[in-house]
């Protein structure tokens, strides 16, 4: 066999290496480690499968190598004695298959059950509504709204309420558990405790148009008595500007932006992110951007240039203007 020269070896070589390197198990949106139980019981039923489609990929592998090897044709040799039928045979190969079904079913109906149960009492309830393209979050029992970033409990049960205004989403915390879809004009539940405080990644996991990519999230898990005191800072009023803040708060509420937008105790639109607190979320845009003055100056500005395909509009604010805008809306902590 002639081996090729090492130029035509080393592009195959980097393609896989460059294909492998990205490969790690304890990533941000990880699937393979999770933080909560529900997400565990569905790994585990995950590694079953995987472990018992090895076994079979084995055996079949085996079994063809071996049928190939001894049954090959030999120069000379005489026509193989030809079969019709063998009934041990048939039999087990239909028997096997209905076995292997059953081992997967039982686990996976358990799985789905454990899964799909009522929410356990005292569970803190959020209601997410997946919005093309940014995601909004309600805690009815706190009287809070917020926008892309949730702020949960670490070792409280929580149930979210999936529903959404406009077109299908999927909500997608990979290190959180199963994906599952927010579908207009009904009501999915996805219920887990979380174990460990961090910041999870999310994505929107069924495509919902121009900026589908875009709709990121995040969940920070914080213990217990962080979470009531971000709770209280959320529920307070919006803070009232100082000086340098103040001129934005005028040129916000002459604009179109309270058409949509709410700032509680200044305009109350109920189609975009609420930004009563606006200037406590670390991103901009679903995870878009850092929140940042520059970068908000530029989203004010012209959205849709940042955000393919955005639903708010250019409002026709120059720069100066945005970045008082934007100097307010930070304020609001
Ligand atoms: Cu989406």
Redesign the pocket.
């Known amino acids: 066999m002639r081996i090729p020269p090492l130029h035509r070896r080393a592009l195959p070589i980097a393609a896989i290496t460059a294909v492998l390197g990205g490969c790690a198990w304890d990533t941000p949106m990880s699937t393979a480690v999770s933080s909560t139980e529900f997400g565990r019981s569905i790994l585990s039923l995950y590694g079953l499968l995987v472990w018992v489609s090895a076994a079979i990929i084995a055996i079949v592998f085996i079994g063809l190598a071996w049928v190939l090897l001894h049954f090959r044709e030999r120069p000379g040799g005489p026509l193989p004695r030809q079969i019709r039928g063998h009934t041990l045979l048939e039999l087990s190969w239909t028997i096997a298959p209905a076995l292997v079904l059953l081992i997967i079913a039982i686990p996976t109906i358990q799985v789905i059950f454990r899964t799909q149960g009522a929410a356990p009492r005292g569970a803190l309830e959020v209601t997410v509504r997946?919005w093309?393209?940014w995601w909004e979050f309600r805690y009815p029992s706190l009287g809070v709204v917020t926008a892309n970033e949730l702020y949960l409990p670490v070792g409280q049960p929580v149930v979210l309420r999936l529903e959404g205004p406009d077109?299908?989403?999927?909500f997608w915390i990979p290190r959180l558990g199963g994906k599952r879809d927010?579908v207009p004009g009904r009501i999915n539940q996805l219920t887990f405790t979380i174990d460990q405080a961090g910041e999870y990644w999310g994505q929107?996991?069924?495509?919902?148009?121009t900026s589908?990519a875009n709709?990121r999230m995040q969940v920070i898990a914080v213990p217990r008595q962080e979470f009531d005191r971000w709770a209280a800072r959320q529920k307070a009023p919006a803070p009232e500007p100082a000086e340098a803040a103040a001129d934005g708060k005028a040129i916000y509420a002459r604009s179109a932006c309270v058409g949509c937008h709410t700032i509680r105790g200044v305009s109350a639109g109920a189609i975009a992110p609420d930004l009563t607190h606006f200037g406590s979320r670390k991103t901009l845009a679903a995870g878009l951007l850092p929140n940042d003055l520059e970068n908000l100056t530029t989203w004010i500005v012209d959205p849709p240039r940042v955000k393919p395909g955005a639903k708010m509009p250019a409002v026709g604010l120059n720069a100066a203007e945005a970045r008082a805008v934007a100097t307010y809306l930070l304020s609001l902590k």
Not at 167 to 170: K, M, P
Not at 204 to 209: N, V
């Open positions: 997946g093309q393209w077109v299908i989403h999927s927010v929107c996991a069924e495509f919902c148009g589908h709709m």
